[in-house]
């Protein structure tokens, strides 16, 4: 019930979640289980890991460290962003539901907003010295594999095949 592209950059991941939850569905029609599927959406705060890169915990850590902030393209690309804290009480009042409400059920923020602008915002309330860089690959993927068939051929020749 949606415009999906099961052959995309994130493809694995989006049909992923839409096989879970078909798979839940079928559990529940086939064996009357009670379920409630939810749907997060970019939750953040306290406890992220530093390393997770997720877009906020990347942001935070280049500004406090006075990195540059790393923005893919022009950053005009828009997020929501859940705090952990909403999240679980979103969770807790799913669960509270009667057994009827199964979902799916999107818990995030309706305010959505540009990384861009995320970036300065953490540049701002971090008191941060960092830059914004924007950043684009510049090779593409022909002379990338050619650069990579080449580094396998001088390095490993006996997993070459003979031609």
Not at 19 to 38: N, S, W
Not at 51 to 61: C, E, L, P, T
Not at 89 to 118: A, C, Q, W
Request: charge should be negative; hydrophobic fraction near 35%.
């Amino acid at each position: 019930m949606g415009n999906v592209n099961p052959i995309g950059l994130r493809s694995c991941y989006d049909e992923g979640k839409r096989c879970a939850e078909t798979l839940f569905f079928d559990y529940r029609r086939q064996h009357g289980l009670d379920i409630k599927v939810a749907r997060i959406f970019n939750t953040y705060g306290p406890r992220m890991h530093h390393a997770d890169g997720r877009v906020v915990s990347n942001f935070i850590v280049q500004a406090l460290r006075a990195e540059p902030i790393t923005i893919y393209g022009e950053g005009r690309q828009t997020r929501s962003f859940c705090y952990v804290d909403d999240l679980v009480e979103g969770f807790i009042r799913f669960m509270d539901t009667d057994e009827g409400v199964t979902g799916p059920l999107n818990l995030g923020n309706p305010g959505e907003f540009s990384i861009l602008e995320l970036a300065q915002r953490i540049i701002d309330m971090s008191g941060s010295p960092s830059e914004i860089l924007s950043w684009k690959p510049r090779i593409q993927l022909e002379e990338g594999l050619a650069r990579t068939i080449d580094y396998f051929r001088k390095r490993l020749p006996e997993l070459v095949a003979p031609v």
